[in-house]
């Protein structure tokens, strides 16, 4: 399916946020995410469907000063 993430269009095969972190390279860091401009709690990923044209913001910590 279609998504946005991150401001570009990716297609998925991933049917939950959980499981597109993962094809998307992004399960094993520490990530903020929203879901259509709601934030998504790392607990709630396996259970929050994904749908065409879902927009998904994913956010890293950096470091810098």
Same mark, same amino acid.
């Given at each position: 399916?279609?998504? &946005?993430?991150?401001?570009? %269009? ?14 998307? $390279?992004?399960s094993e ?7 259509? $401009? ?13 749908a065409p044209?879902?927009?998904? &913001?994913?956010?890293?910590?950096? %470091? $810098?000063?």
């Amino acid at each position: 399916m279609k998504i &946005e993430v991150n401001g570009e %269009q990716r297609d998925i095969a991933a049917t939950d946020l959980a499981k597109a972190l993962a094809e998307l $390279g992004w399960s094993e860091l520490r990530v903020a995410t929203a879901l259509n $401009g709601t934030f998504v709690p790392a607990a709630a990923r396996g259970d929050t469907p994904l749908a065409p044209g879902d927009r998904l &913001e994913v956010l890293t910590a950096m %470091q $810098g000063g």
